[in-house]
Every structure is written in structure tokens, then in C-alpha cells.
């Protein structure tokens, strides 16, 4: 299982970006799809979740709720995340991650190669 990000860049202050992030390989299912973010000196944090069961629910940190909108292609086997109203604090390295089944009925979890947004002010 692969996956494949794209989307970041340089945006100013108030501007948006949408990062996309395709699963491709013997992939069964998918059971939930998400994008965590890495500021420099800082840890690795959940930005948005999108599960495949409950009639997909969704989650975001509180830092990005009415601002960030995370939705899936779910024929694709892609997941977006639409960021508006961006300021300086979104800056980072950002991170899809993916977990489910494989057609060998094995579970794996995958982190893509990561996506860089800068904001500037």
C-alpha cells in the first residue's frame, strides 16, 4: 500500500490550500484517513480524521474547526483537506495517514511523504 500527497506550497495570511492524498496497492478497505501536521520543534498533531464506519464521521483539532474541511473520494480511495483562512500557525509539514485491510486480510497503517505548507504573514 502506497500513498501519494500533493497540495502543499507558500500561501499568505488568510489564503487557502486544498492537499489531496491517494491510497493505491491490495487495499481491502479502508478504515479511516487523516492528515497530522509537524511544525518545526514541535510534535506531530492530528489536523482532521475522516472514519469509514458511522456514516463517516469526521474530527478536527480546535485549532482548525471552522476553518479546515476534511473529505474523501471514497471511489478513489482519497482524502482531501481543504484549508482556509490560513495564518502563520498553520505552517508545517503535513501528513496523511490511512489505515485498513489489505485483500490478504492483513492491517496496516501508512503515513504519506509529507506535504509542506508555509504561510506567510
Known amino acids: 500500500v502506497q500513498l501519494q500527497a500533493s497540495g502543499g506550497g507558500l500561501v499568505q495570511a488568510g489564503g487557502s490550500l486544498r492537499l489531496s492524498c491517494t491510497a493505491s496497492g491490495t487495499i481491502l478497505s479502508i478504515d479511516a484517513m487523516g492528515w497530522y501536521r509537524q511544525a518545526p520543534g514541535k510534535q506531530r498533531e492530528l489536523v482532521a480524521g475522516?472514519?469509514?464506519?458511522?456514516?463517516?464521521?469526521?474530527n478536527y483539532a480546535d485549532s482548525v474547526k471552522g476553518r479546515f474541511t476534511i473529505f474523501r473520494d471514497y471511489a478513489r480511495n482519497t482524502v482531501y483537506l481543504q484549508m482556509n483562512s490560513l495564518n502563520a500557525e498553520d505552517t508545517a509539514v503535513y501528513y496523511c495517514?490511512?489505515?485498513?485491510?489489505?485483500?490478504?486480510?492483513?492491517?496496516?497503517?501508512?503515513w504519506g511523504q509529507g506535504t509542506l505548507v508555509t504561510v506567510s504573514s
Open positions: 495517514n490511512v489505515k485498513g485491510t489489505t485483500f490478504r486480510n492483513v492491517g496496516f497503517e501508512r
Open positions: 475522516s472514519s469509514s464506519g458511522g456514516g463517516g464521521r469526521t
